[in-house]
């Protein structure tokens, strides 16, 4: 009922910026927290930030200070902005919404992006 597309990962120098984005095609988009997920090479799948429908944000430790997580509702849209980006931010972004508002308990997920951190 909910697609969710990723876009925007690539291969970036450390301490570069990349920003992704996730468009959600489908409904009550206002009723999801949206979140961003990655997993490294070998590495569970972790929180990074997450955002409420309020635009209440929270952050793992590891990318306070340099991620910065935001949502545009009229383009049912989720924003990933990535700063000072090292090697170990290399992973797998997905992202994610997850219903909090309204009837049922739905959760969807992205294909995921690429993102690499290489010098």
């Known amino acids: 009922q909910v697609e969710l597309v990723e876009s925007g990962g690539g291969l970036v120098q450390p301490g570069g910026s990349l920003r992704l984005s996730c468009v959600a095609f489908?409904?009550?988009?206002?009723?999801?927290?949206m979140g961003w997920y990655r997993q490294a090479l070998g590495k569970q799948r972790e929180l990074v930030a997450i955002?409420?429908?309020?635009?209440?944000?929270n952050y793992a430790d590891s990318v306070k200070g340099r991620f910065t997580i935001s949502r545009d509702n009229a383009k049912t849209t989720v924003y990933l902005q990535m700063h000072s980006l090292k090697p170990e931010d290399t992973a797998v972004y997905y992202c994610?919404?997850?219903?909090?508002?309204?009837?049922?308990?739905?959760?969807?997920w992205g294909q995921g992006t690429q993102v690499t951190v290489s010098s």
């Open positions: 955002i409420s429908p309020g635009a209440s944000t």
């Open positions: 994610n919404a997850q219903r909090v508002i309204g009837i049922g308990n739905a959760e969807y």
């Open positions: 489908g409904n009550f988009f206002s009723t999801y927290a």
